[in-house]
């Protein structure tokens, strides 16, 4: 195994969230706060540790395969963490380790749950970067990583399979680097025209940041209590409509500027995903328009709550708990879908949700006809069958992770069932609200410290799709 | 630039690779989408599985904005029809490979044209050509010529009792005047340009480029001639060995083959009258001692296999037969083969991938001095280029003593007309000349590149 290029690469990301970490800095010399010095302080700490790592374990040959690919990719993801929580312990404004660990993980892995009671009193720079995590975690670190760093190893389509979320990767051009530079082209330009648009609409200009921030990287961290809910209502559609673009498949984009409009039109994966948030709603619009005697209101509410869990980004105009029970169940079937395969989504993704059930309907085919043979399509193309096993086992992993996790959680006293339940799903989907004491209006603050660890694990193996977290703390993976 | 593959065997994947190291951006078709997974693990590039003469596939694959699109599946008519659509839809150069020697005679030009093919690649032909030239000049590993056929570079093995060894280059000079430049030097796992200074050793691999004409008479001065083979056994009734029993039977040769098919034996008696076939299993050794392993003055082996052909070479190499060629492909083999004591060996997937690295390299570079061809010698450790020198070459008005060239880079001949130069100090590179450069460690696109 290629242990240097692991520990290399490690020091690569320690240096690169160095630089990134400028940008927060700069804002919060720009509101003249104190918090700038645990940037300060921060950058040096990722510099040394990155230099030393990336120095020290100098790679022999940079050729990777898929274990080191996946070993690669956790490390890259911890470090990550743990460098970027500095801030807020050293700052001061979160001081115990393990709520920062919580928070900053939350925020890589797109998730937005958050532990902060009184998000308003954090310094502008903290929320910046609080923000700006997830616009880093959306796409991948190591897809920008790839983007930006020359002399990327022949094989990093391994380390781009294991970050990039979705069954299978797809390149857009013939090398990794130049696709990895069009999707940061493509997510730079989105996330700059939500900005336009939102400041056009009135909201701050450090506000449409933050919330074109969390959009992009369909995280969810706002910078109210309230969340977007004391926004006008210009500025929640251009939200609502935006979570929708983010939770696409980025290829479609690529393939729009390069004027190929049938396979994107024809795209089973994009009607399923409109589909499902067309249905979803209208059904809680016309469940929650008796209560509210608005219909646009109506509108207005189930739209920007249904774009946000399924593209699991987790903003809320309301407290979805507070809604009929109807509505509930359809917001706790969502908790689960994503958005599709290749965007910044977390969750199932529409493509996997759509393979099974196209594998199931044929599989009740064979049991009417037990000799006919059938394949399954999917955008034109036949699947293989390794394909749809490979996807039955992952979908069994992702059950049992859910179930295991949800079980420590149990441990502690102070939950109930719903809480729980729902905790663990929204952080494995990296959504970021649940029910009960963990919905839209409440947070996670109440959970011990184990339940923190454990449930920003859990985000972690949601984000990076469950095979690098368990390979690369399975003994079998350091073996020689 | 953007090149694609239609076809992931062998060559294909030999190209890809030797595409992929000179940088340019490759999307491979093939039909087997196992094959497709496998080359997606292994190198940089996009892949479409699909069938390479169907439009909807190439358009797929982008064929509109490849500037090159290289076909060798296994069917010379696939890869006849894919050349031809992807010109009409618009890619700038096609290669097809066409194979089959029936395709390969007068048919092939009108082909060429009628279909607007640029180039067309035939590997066992390119073999048997370079099988050839070994054979008329066996005291070479290999040789590679250069255009118009006058000038070559000789690859030889310095052997214990060379005469040689521990001599400075100076003192060969001196001592052994003629048309010559030693002008690289392979030890072991490295590679120089030797200066005047530079002791050789035995075991040592050198090139050395002279006129055509001269080689022979050189390498007798030089002590290393061995006289050129006329009694050949060639094992494995196959494409390469078609060819080049055909071109052996044009001179005063004694050529026989042994193949174990039958049916392959009759079409070989039907295609090559005056060669004897041996119907029997060449790895018998039995029965190459009774048809005279002995006695041959070279051995050829080019059966489909890879290791049978190693293990029969190294037995006729035991039996004494002066010079032992064997066609090994893949790349790991070949160097275990050489580390056996295999002197000679070929192949055809190199020669292919050879000429697309210098066919894409001409491509990138439309301007300034074109690449005519390029070899890479010493194990891909080095590249001797022939550059076609333009009329705006910058450097016209300097002799070469006055340049001053970047590390480890040689002119090693200069070709004028129908003068072959072998360059001194005091001579010039002009426009219309062809400049032969030995370089190691770089990658040269234009004549320009070599100067400091």
Known sequence: MNRRMILHTAGKTALIEAVLLILPLIVSLIYKEKSAVAFIITIGIALILGALASIVAKPRTNTIYAKEGFIIVTLAWITLSVIGCLPFIISGAIPNFFDAIF??????????????????????????????????????????????????????????????????????????????????????????????????????????????????????????????????????????????????????????????????????????????????????????????????????????????????????????????TFSKGIIFILLFLGGCAGSTAGGLKMSR????????????????????????????????????????IYFILYMACIGIIFLILCLEREFDILSNLTATITCINNVG???????????????????????????????????????????????? | MKILVVGCGKIGTAIISSLLREGHDVVAIDNNPSVMAELNNLYDIMSVCGNGADCDTLSEAGVQSARLVVAVTDSDELNMLCCFLARRMGAHHTIARIRNPEYNDQSLSFMRSELHLSMPINPELQAAKEIYNILKLPAAVNIEKFSGRNFEMAELLLKDDSPLNGMYIYDVRRKFPGRYLICVVGREENVFIPDGNFILKSGDRIGITAPVTEMPKLLKTLGLAQKSAKNIMILGASKTAYYLAKMLSSGNNNVKIIELNRNRCEEFCQALPSTMIVHGDGADQELLLEEGIKGMDAFVSLTGMDEENILISIFASLQNVPK???????????????????????????????????????????????????????????EALEFNVQSDFVYKEKSLKELTFKNNILVAGIIRGKKNIIPSGDDYILPGDKVIVIAAGHRLNDLSDIIK
């Not at chain 1, 589909?275 to 059904?283: D, E, M, N």
């Not at chain 1, 929650?288 to 709550?305: D, G």
């Not at chain 1, 393979?355 to 399509?377: C, D, G, I, T, W």
């Open chain 1, 353 to 392: 949700i759509v393979l099974m059930f196209k594998a199931l309907k044929r599989e009740l085919q064979k049991a009417l006809h037990p000799r006919s043979a059938k394949a399954v399509l999917f955008e034109g193309k036949r699947v293989e069958e390794g394909v749809l096993n490979s996807l039955g």
């Open chain 2, 324 to 382: 032992v060629i064997s066609k090994v492909n893949r790349d790991s083999l070949a160097a275990m083969a050489e580390k056996l004591g295999l002197e000679t060996i070929l192949s055809p997937r190199k020669i292919v991938s050879d000429i697309l690295s210098s066919y894409a390299r001409a491509l990138e570079n439309s301007e300034g001095s074109k690449i005519e061809t390029l070899y890479k010698i010493m194990d891909d450790k080095a």
């Open chain 1, 103 to 324: 928070e900053t993980v939350s925020g890589f892995t797109t998730t937005g749950s958050s532990i902060l009671r009184n998000v308003e009193a954090l310094p502008k720079g903290l929320l910046f970067w609080r923000s700006f995590t997830h616009w880093v975690g959306g796409m991948g670190i190591l897809v920008f990583v790839m983007a930006i760093l020359p002399n990327v190893s022949d094989r990093s389509i391994h380390i781009m399979r294991a970050e990039v979320p979705g069954p299978v990767v797809g390149k857009l051009v013939p090398k990794v680097k130049d696709t990895a530079k069009i999707l940061y082209l493509i997510y730079i330009g989105i996330t700059l025209t939500e900005i336009v648009l939102l400041i056009c609409g009135g909201m701050g200009i450090f506000d449409s940041f933050i919330h074109s921030f969390g959009t992009a990287g369909t995280g969810g961290f706002g910078i109210r209590t309230d969340s977007i809910a004391s926004y006008n209502p210009y500025s929640q559609w251009v939200i609502t409509i935006f979570m929708l673009l983010f939770g696409l498949n980025f290829n479609y984009f690529y393939l729009f500027l390069m004027k190929k409009f049938k396979p994107v039109l024809k795209s089973a994966e994009l009607w399923t995903y409109l589909g499902i948030f067309a249905t979803a709603s209208a059904l809680i619009t016309i469940n929650i328009y008796p209560s509210l005697n608005n219909l646009s209101l109506a509108i207005r509410q189930s739209c920007f709550q249904v774009a946000s869990i399924v593209t699991t980004t987790g903003y809320a105009t309301t407290d979805f708990n507070l809604w009929p």
């Open chain 1, 433 to 480: 609200p649940g029910f009960g004491a963990v919905g839209p209006a409440s947070n996670f603050a109440d959970y011990n410290w184990f339940s923190k660890i454990i449930l920003s694990f859990a985000m972690l193996m949601g984000r990076l799709e469950f095979y690098p977290i368990i390979l690369t703390f399975s003994l079998s993976a350091w073996k020689k």
